[in-house]
């Protein structure tokens, strides 16, 4: 499971908790949906060989598409956490040519098997090391649970944002439409009857 993935089963499991329904979510109204989704598809592009030089590119216009998104979408709730959080990650890796990953973030998720593939760097993640800027807000937290994972502020930043959106729209109540409320049948009160 990704975290991506367990931020959603977390979102839904707190939705219902508080009393929400995931069709809520479908009467959301979200703007440029198709710069998410084209900004993520930009992050799993396998690249290799003489195309690797595509993958820097790639990713500051798939952060740029992920900000624009966020932005598009800024005043629904836990966007202005996504928008700071796409912010700091593409800052960090504009500034590094790709995010880098710290040491002891590795320690802490067990995976220093991956040293030696980031000690050679690529253009998505490289080992941090002194001459990379804003280490901090890199990838420099590990954990083991509920995940094995090494991921950045602006990650967490991210997610939580997702996931406050996710449960206030399940807990949000549709909109009744103007036909929806003329099909309803109408109370009259007591004293009107009787006229």
Known sequence: MTL?????????????AAGGRLRNLLALRIRWPL?????LALQMLPVHGGLSWLVFPSLLVSFGLLGAFAAANFRLP???LVLAGVAANLLVIALNHGMPVTHGALVA?????????LAHGGAR??????????VPISDSIGATFPLRMVISPGDVAIYTGMIWFLV???RRRPAVTEAQATDRPVQMRADERAV
């Open 78 to 80: 836990g966007f202005a």
């Open 109 to 117: 998720a067990h995976q220093l098997g991956s040293v030696p593939e």
């Open 35 to 39: 710069a998410a989704l084209v900004g």
């Open 125 to 134: 993640y490289h080992l941090a090391g002194p001459g990379d800027a804003l």
């Open 168 to 170: 206030w729209g399940m």
């Open 4 to 16: 991506a993935g367990l931020s959603m089963l977390v979102a839904i499991a707190i939705g219902y």
